[in-house]
Structure formats: C-alpha cells, structure tokens
C-alpha cells in the first residue's frame, strides 16, 4: 500500500474529520479517521478510555492507530489531535503530505464549545485549550509541509486550501 496523499493534524475540533472526507471525496479516495479507529477498536468513546485507562494509556492506543493507518491507508488520514505528541509518530510524518489545520482559541469555541466531553478540557477550558496549543503548536509546524488557517472559512475553503497547498488542485 502506498503512503497517504493527504495527512491532516491539527488541534481538537479544528475539522480533521470533515476536511479530510471533503478531500477524499475530490480526489477519489478514502478517508481514514485514527480516533474512529481507536473507538471501533475499543468499543467504547476515547473519554472513557482517558477516564478509565489514562492518557498514557490512550497515547499508546493512538501511537499504535497512526502507525498502522500509515502502513495501510493510502487515502486521506485525520490525525487525532495529540498523535504528535508521540515522537516516533513525528518521525513516521517525515516528508509525508502534512497539513497543519490551525484555529485560535476564539474558532475553538465557536467549534468546539469547549463544554463538550473533551477530557483534556475538563477544567478551565478555554486556559487548557491555549495550553494545550502551545505546547502542540510547534509539533504540528514540524510535521507539516503546510500550514492553513480555518477561521472564518467553510469546509471546503479549507478543502480548496489544502489542495492548493500540496499543489493537488488539478488532482
């Protein structure tokens, strides 16, 4: 199997997910989804694993989704937010089509709402979202060959920006 054309990563609710199908549908493809993965594999939500197992438990469930969706997924791949954590994914991103989908706490809330069963947001949303991002933030620029803002954009402008990015347009 071939590589992933697309690879998107990007915070929580930031529309890995619906971007990705987007892109898949315009380059006739498929689009795989490493925390629908985990949750299949599981059975269960990924905040009852946070709550049940603990993060580190759910970073290894994670670490071991990307690794197999790389070796197996040639289509569109959406990333689970904190999947750049893990430092061997970071080197598995190497030189892969890489797209940083990026918001600002602002876009988060419209999105996400941060009230919604988030576990890394539990307390004090909107601080552990611009923590969270801080941190990230230099782990997605690292892996993606591009960067594209979402605010203020549909879907598809996101879509559009993203294949105009990798140069995929006339794909």
């Known amino acids: 199997m071939s590589?992933?054309?697309?690879?998107?990563?990007?915070?929580?609710?930031?529309?890995?997910?619906?971007?990705?199908?987007?892109?898949?549908?315009?380059?006739?493809?498929?689009c795989r989804d490493t925390d629908a993965d985990i949750v299949e594999a599981e059975g269960r939500p990924i905040a009852d694993i946070f709550v049940e197992?603990?993060?580190?438990h759910f970073r290894a469930?994670?670490?071991?989704?990307?690794?197999?969706?790389?070796?197996?997924h040639g289509g569109v791949l959406a990333l689970g937010g904190g999947s750049?954590?893990?430092?061997?994914?970071r080197k598995l991103l190497s030189g892969l089509p890489v797209v940083f989908l990026d918001m600002?706490?602002?876009?988060?809330?419209?999105?996400?709402?941060?009230?919604?069963?988030?576990?890394?947001?539990?307390?004090?949303?909107?601080r552990q979202w611009r923590?969270?991002?801080e941190a990230r933030?230099?782990?997605?620029?690292?892996?993606?060959?591009a960067v594209v803002g979402t605010e203020g954009r549909t879907p598809e402008d996101v879509a559009d920006a993203v294949l105009d990015a990798l140069?995929?347009?006339?794909?």
């Open 131 to 133: 923590e969270l991002m």
């Open 167 to 171: 140069e995929l347009k006339n794909a």
């Open 84 to 89: 750049i954590l893990d430092e061997d994914t």
């Open 104 to 126: 600002d706490v602002a876009e988060a809330v419209k999105r996400v709402g941060l009230d919604t069963a988030r576990p890394l947001l539990a307390v004090n949303p909107r």
């Open 53 to 56: 197992d603990g993060e580190e």
């Open 137 to 145: 933030r230099p782990l997605y620029t690292e892996v993606a060959r």
């Open 3 to 30: 590589a992933p054309v697309v690879v998107l990563v990007g915070p929580m609710g930031v529309g890995k997910t619906t971007v990705g199908e987007l892109l898949a549908q315009r380059l006739g493809t498929t």
């Open 61 to 72: 469930l994670e670490a071991a989704a990307v690794r197999a969706a790389l070796a197996e």
